[in-house]
């Protein structure tokens, strides 16, 4: 586990305390082994019933403000609540979009 996912765990588990938190680091897929820049992130947590896909994203983006200041160039993210998980989880594709170099160049 990096640095950088340790503290996105920390900072998630935190603030949302989700029932399901589950973390990736794709930078080698973009920038290179022993990068830090991409990641995915699978957060399921109570604190986003209510709330829309969009606000949901915010939460997550605004609790790693931080990360995109210093060196986190893109994160995947799907945020959803247990009962959205329990009845998407045999059907989740959580697939990132393709980099388009932001970080390579």
């Given at each position: 586990m990096t640095a950088r996912e340790l503290r996105i765990r920390e900072i998630i588990e935190g603030s949302l305390h989700p029932t399901l938190l589950e973390i990736e680091n794709?930078?080698?897929m973009h920038s290179g082994p022993g990068s830090e820049t991409h990641f995915k992130v699978l957060v399921v947590a109570p604190a986003f019933e209510g709330k829309s896909r969009i606000?949901?994203?915010r939460m997550v983006n605004d609790l790693l403000k931080n990360e995109m200041q210093t060196g986190l160039h893109a994160l995947t993210q799907r945020a959803l609540t247990p009962q959205e998980f329990?009845?998407?989880k045999d059907a989740l594709n959580f697939i990132s979009p393709e980099?388009?170099?932001g970080s390579k160049r």
């Open positions: 794709e930078s080698h606000d949901r994203q329990e009845n998407q980099c388009r170099g």
